[in-house]
Antibody
Framework: QVQLVQSGAEVKKPGASVKVSCRLS????????MHWVRQAPGKGLEWVGG????????IYAQKFQGRVTMTEDTSTDTAYLELSSLRSEDTAVYYC????????????WGQGTLVTVSS | EIVLTQSPATLSLSPGERATLSCRAS??????LAWYQQKPGQAPRLLLY???YRATGIPARFSGSGSGTDFTLTISSLEPEDFAVYYC?????????FGQGTKVEIK
């Protein structure tokens, strides 16, 4: 079965970068498509980006373009989300989730990683 | 991008009552819509997908309907564990988008 385990909480200063990891077990990254969703305190869910299962392209939400990078280490089945030029509005819980196929939905989620941006 | 608008923002009901939540899309998403439940401090849980199919292990009191731009999530008789926030999400086009959520609270 799919399990996603994320790295621990981070505290960063404005302007810095953060890199959150998500380790997959039960499957390999080559079999699934990794996505990231974030949730600011007391707010709703916001899709950050993910891999299109149809063609393997990485797609980012427009608002994060230029600041976000998603990478994968297939040797350890670990995915990474890096967000740069952090601002206070980036304070949120960041979740990883996987799509099993192109018609898939977010059935499996990591436990979330709280990223706090504060001076 | 497709905007999903959920209503109402908050629904105050008693256990045993019926809950009806709405999700409206800014353009057609066919039936490529899912509903998630989220409780405080937890990751979202997939309830329904493709508008009307229950995910594995989801009780029959949860049902979904709709196509195109208008969708409904119905909880036939609220159990204490159903008080939570519910989100809709579309996968018809990129970027994937979520509604802003409906909180179902105890009256």
């Amino acid at each position: 079965q799919v399990q996603l385990v994320q790295s621990g909480a981070e505290v960063k200063k404005p302007g810095a970068s953060v890199k959150v990891s998500c380790r997959l077990s039960g499957y390999t990254l080559t079999e699934l498509s990794m996505h990231w969703v974030r949730q600011a305190p007391g707010k709703g869910l916001e899709w950050v980006g993910g891999i299109d299962p149809e063609d393997g392209e990485t797609i980012y939400a427009q608002k994060f373009q230029g600041r976000v990078t998603m990478t994968e280490d297939t040797s350890t089945d670990t995915a990474y989300l890096e967000l740069s030029s952090l601002r206070s509005e980036d304070t949120a819980v960041y979740y990883c989730s996987v799509l099993m196929h192109s018609a898939g939905w977010y059935k499996h989620w990591g436990q979330g990683t709280l990223v706090t941006v504060s001076s | 991008e497709i905007v999903l608008t959920q209503s109402p923002a908050t629904l105050s009901l008693s256990p045993g009552e019926r809950a009806t939540l709405s999700c409206r899309a800014s353009q057609s998403v066919n039936t490529y819509l899912a509903w998630y439940q989220q409780k405080p401090g937890q990751a979202p849980r997939l309830l329904l997908y493709d508008a009307s199919y229950r995910a594995t292990g989801i009780p029959a009191r949860f049902s979904g309907s709709g196509s195109g731009t208008d969708f409904t999530l119905t909880i036939s008789s609220l159990e204490p564990e159903d008080f939570a926030v519910y989100y809709c999400q579309q996968r018809n086009t990129w970027p994937r988008t979520f509604g802003q959520g409906t909180k179902v609270e105890i009256k």
